[in-house]
């Protein structure tokens, strides 16, 4: 994997930074993207440049069309090429329907769902003029599931999925692969807000019994993006521990 660029959205913490670290351990040069922690994201950069590759990091909101076109482009200029897009970056803002503001039905879709679409299709040319890429969007199994007090979660996460296949399909042909892999309960800051008896109760719903570590999502998204995947496109990948199995 050595020589190939790969842009991680979110790529700064928990999952994201697990994603970033593991491509880079292969020698892919990392375009870590964030929203707004500075800190994170510079430490990321950090350990992602002991590694010994080339890695940047990009402030951009990817809901915003015009932000996330600027910061491809930026990447592409410094960079040279984009081999592999991770459509990490997510956003949860849960509540039952009866009380789930419009905001924040609209906030979790334009973040995960639409802020897919704008990178994918900004870095559309970028792939059909190299002839190749792969695409990993990371969505949930609460978007094969559905998760109560997560309707614009799970239909963000569900939209992807629609998202994966639809893209699979009009790139296949190109020699650009576009998959989505389905992570179950990750201990990440995201999941830090349960409490320990929600935590043990989810457990309990999942059949090995734990929650899983950011490194299990890594390594999937690792695979996705290798020449052994190569003739795998439009799949999801449940990284879960059996749950939604
Ligand atoms: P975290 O909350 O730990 O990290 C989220 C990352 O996304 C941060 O790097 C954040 O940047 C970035 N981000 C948030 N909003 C934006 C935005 N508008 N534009 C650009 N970047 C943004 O999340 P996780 O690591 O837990 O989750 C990563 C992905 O995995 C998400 O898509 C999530 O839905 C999915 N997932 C997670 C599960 C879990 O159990 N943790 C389970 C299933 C799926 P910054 O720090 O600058 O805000």
Same mark, same amino acid.
């Given at each position: 994997? !050595?020589? !190939?660029?790969?842009?991680?959205? $979110? $790529?700064?913490?928990?999952?994201?930074?697990?994603?970033?670290?593991?491509?880079?351990?292969?020698?892919? =040069?990392?375009?870590?993207?964030?929203?707004? =922690?500075?800190? +994170?994201?510079?430490?990321?950069?950090?350990?992602?440049?002991?590694?010994?590759?080339?890695?940047?990091?990009?402030?951009?909101?990817?809901?915003?069309? =015009?932000?996330?076109?600027?910061?491809?482009?930026?990447?592409?200029?410094?960079?040279?090429?984009?081999?592999?897009?991770?459509?990490?970056?997510?956003?949860?803002?849960? $509540?039952?329907?009866?009380?789930?503001?419009?905001?924040?039905?609209?906030?979790?879709?334009?973040?995960?769902?639409?802020?897919?679409?704008?990178?994918?299709?900004?870095?559309?040319?970028?792939?059909?003029?190299?002839?190749?890429?792969?695409?990993? =969007?990371?969505?949930?199994?609460?978007?094969?599931?559905?998760? +109560?007090?997560?309707?614009?979660?799970?239909?963000?996460?569900?939209?992807?999925?629609?998202?994966?296949?639809?893209?699979? !399909?009009?790139?296949?042909?190109?020699?650009?692969?576009?998959? +989505?892999?389905?992570?179950?309960?990750?201990?990440?800051?995201?999941?830090?807000?349960?409490?320990?008896?929600? !935590?043990?109760?989810?457990?309990?719903?999942?059949?090995?019994?734990?929650?899983?570590?950011?490194?299990?999502?890594?390594?999937?998204?690792?695979?996705?993006?290798?020449?052994?995947?190569?003739?795998?496109?439009?799949?999801?990948?449940?990284?879960?521990?059996?749950?939604?199995?």
């Amino acid at each position: 994997m !050595k020589n !190939k660029t790969a842009v991680i959205t $979110g $790529g700064s913490r928990g999952i994201g930074r697990a994603i970033t670290l593991k491509l880079a351990q292969s020698g892919v =040069n990392v375009a870590i993207i964030y929203s707004g =922690n500075e800190a +994170a994201a510079q430490e990321t950069l950090k350990l992602a440049q002991e590694l010994g590759v080339n890695a940047n990091i990009y402030k951009c909101n990817v809901s915003d069309f =015009n932000a996330s076109k600027e910061t491809v482009n930026a990447i592409i200029k410094e960079m040279g090429k984009i081999d592999i897009l991770v459509n990490n970056a997510g956003i949860t803002r849960d $509540g039952l329907v009866f009380t789930m503001k419009e905001a924040d039905f609209d906030a979790v879709l334009d973040v995960n769902l639409k802020g897919a679409f704008n990178m994918i299709k900004h870095c559309y040319s970028n792939f059909i003029k190299n002839k190749s890429g792969r695409i990993i =969007n990371i969505s949930s199994v609460s978007g094969l599931m559905g998760n +109560a007090g997560q309707a614009n979660y799970s239909a963000s996460k569900a939209g992807l999925i629609g998202l994966t296949k639809a893209v699979a !399909k009009e790139l296949a042909a190109k020699g650009i692969c576009c998959n +989505a892999v389905a992570p179950g309960y990750i201990s990440t800051e995201m999941t830090a807000a349960l409490t320990e008896e929600q !935590k043990k109760s989810i457990a309990q719903a999942i059949p090995m019994g734990v929650l899983g570590e950011a490194e299990d999502i890594a390594s999937t998204v690792a695979f996705l993006a290798s020449d052994s995947a190569r003739y795998i496109t439009g799949e999801v990948i449940r990284v879960d521990g059996g749950m939604a199995m």
